[in-house]
C-alpha cells in the first residue's frame, strides 16, 4: 500500500483500506481515519485555524503523524471504545487546562456533551471574560450553557459581578455532566471535571 501524506505530513500507513462499499452500494470511511484526520486538521489545516481560531498553535506529539502510531496509541485510552461506537471526542485540555498540544499524556475520551460545554465561544465577547458580554446600556450579561440550553444569568453593573456569576453557573453544570457520566468516564477525567478553575483572563 502506498503511504498518503495527509495535511502535507500525516503518512496513512493504515494496514488496509481506510474505506469500504457498505449494503447499499455507499462508499464509508472507517472511524479510526475519521479519528485521525479530525485530530491533524486541527493541527495542520490552515482552513480549520482560520474558522476555529482556537486552534491556533495547536500541536501534535510528531509520532501522531503516523496513523497506525495514533491509532496503537489512543486506542489504550478510557473510552476509547465509545468513540467509535457511541460518538466521543477527542480532548485535548480537559486533564491539562489551556494545552494545545495532543499526545498520549493529555488526551481523554468524553461524551460530545461534555467536550461542547467547555468550547470556548468568544465571537460576541471580545475581550470579556467567558460567558460574559456588554449590552447597549453598557451594562454586563452572563450566560451560560447549561442542561442543553442557553441559560440566563442575569445582568450586572461590573465584569466581575458577571463573570462570578458565570463560574458559578458553569461549575454547577460540569458538576452534573462529571456525575451524569460518573461512570464512564476514567477518575482522572471526573475529577478534571469538578475541581476546573475559571480565571477571568482565561
Not at 493504515?14 to 464509508?28: A, H, L, P, T
Not at 485555524?49 to 501522531?64: G, H, M
Not at 446600556?137 to 444569568?153: F, M
Request: with cysteine.
Amino acid at each position: 500500500m502506498v503511504n498518503r501524506k495527509v495535511f502535507g505530513v500525516g503518512i496513512n500507513d493504515w494496514d488496509v483500506s481506510c474505506s469500504y462499499i457498505d449494503d447499499n452500494g455507499k462508499k464509508v470511511t472507517i472511524k479510526e481515519y475519521l479519528l485521525w484526520y479530525s485530530m491533524l486538521s486541527r493541527c495542520y489545516s490552515s482552513y480549520t485555524k482560520k474558522v476555529r481560531p482556537t486552534y491556533e498553535n495547536v500541536t501534535c506529539d510528531e509520532s501522531w503523524l503516523s496513523m497506525k502510531k495514533f491509532i496503537n496509541d489512543v486506542s489504550n485510552i478510557h473510552g476509547y471504545d465509545h468513540c467509535l461506537e457511541d460518538g466521543w471526542v477527542l480532548d485535548k485540555d480537559i486533564l491539562v487546562k489551556g494545552n494545545k498540544h495532543y499526545s498520549i499524556k493529555t488526551c481523554c475520551f468524553v461524551p460530545s456533551e461534555i467536550n461542547g460545554s467547555l468550547t470556548i465561544r468568544s465571537l460576541h465577547r471580545g475581550d470579556l471574560p467567558l460567558g460574559v458580554t456588554k449590552n447597549r446600556a453598557g451594562k454586563y450579561v452572563s450566560r451560560c450553557g447549561y442542561d442543553g440550553s442557553r441559560l440566563h444569568i442575569g445582568v450586572y453593573d461590573t465584569v466581575d459581578e458577571a463573570f462570578n456569576a458565570y463560574v458559578k453557573v458553569k461549575k454547577s453544570e460540569l458538576k452534573r455532566l462529571a456525575d451524569k457520566y460518573r461512570y464512564l468516564i476514567s477518575e482522572d477525567v471526573y475529577f478534571a471535571l469538578i475541581n476546573r478553575e475559571f480565571n477571568i483572563d482565561d
